[in-house]
């Protein structure tokens, strides 16, 4: 069974900086691209960076480009979404999701992220 | 952004579909077009992708297709744990995904 676990979301002020983690299992993480999906409290769904396989290929939504960075380490089953400067429209649940195909098809349950002074 | 619409309802039984319009850049270019399934308080459901592939699992209940820059996800026999929200998402040819604004379904 695929499971993906996401960690590190807290409190941040704006212009601070997080990490946060997925942990992934079940499946072969080394073949797999990842993505990042945020939602905002109440809100819909917004597409926010990939990685592919090997992380040479990494691509980001324009309203994270030059702040956030998606990593992976393979070995040890873990991507990363590095956020700095972050605003206040940044606050959400961040989810990681593995893709298939250019289909973005199995979800962890998220992390929570707000940004507040 | 993909255009859907803000609510759909119907009854049980009912057919309701659902509706996400882009543009000759994203749903009308590729088929990587999938549909995903939220509950409150829980993660994205994908329910179909490539257009109209149903995952295993998922009931046939749901089905997708796609005219030109739309594409459509059709609720049969609608029934209560079908409330919830809708959202379609799409590639696109500047190498990013989209998601649509995403449908409230409400079963009557």
């Known amino acids: 069974e695929v499971q993906l676990v996401e960690s590190g979301g807290t409190v941040v002020p704006p212009g601070g900086s997080l990490t946060l983690s997925c942990a992934a299992a079940?499946?072969?993480?080394?073949?797999?691209?990842i993505h990042w999906v945020r939602q905002a409290p109440g809100k819909g769904l917004e597409w926010v960076a990939y990685?592919?396989?090997?992380?040479?290929?990494?691509l980001y939504a324009d309203a994270v480009k030059g702040r956030f960075t998606v990593s992976r380490h393979n070995n040890l089953n873990l991507a990363y979404l590095e956020m700095t400067r972050l605003r206040t429209e940044d606050a959400g649940r961040y989810f990681c999701?593995?893709?298939?195909?250019?289909?973005?098809?199995?979800w962890g349950q998220g992390t929570p992220v707000a940004v507040s002074s | 952004a993909l255009t859907q619409p803000a609510s759909v309802s119907g009854s049980p039984g009912q057919s309701i579909t659902i509706s996400c319009t882009g543009g000759?850049?994203?749903?009308?270019?590729?088929?990587?077009v999938s549909w995903y399934q939220q509950h409150p308080g829980k993660a994205p459901k994908l329910i179909i992708y490539?257009?109209?592939a149903r995952p295993s699992g998922i009931s046939y209940r749901f089905s997708g297709s796609k005219s030109g820059n739309t594409a459509f996800l059709t609720i049969s026999g609608l029934r209560a744990e079908d409330d919830g929200h809708y959202y379609c998402?799409?590639?696109?040819?500047?190498?990013?995904?989209?998601f649509g604004g995403g449908t409230k379904v409400t079963v009557l």
């Open positions: 000759r850049n994203d749903v009308g270019r590729f088929k990587f």
């Open positions: 990685i592919n396989w090997n992380s040479e290929e990494t």
């Open positions: 490539n257009v109209d």
């Open positions: 998402n799409s590639y696109t040819s500047t190498y990013i995904w989209v």
């Open positions: 079940g499946f072969a993480f080394e073949e797999n691209t």
């Open positions: 999701a593995k893709d298939t195909q250019w289909t973005i098809d199995s």
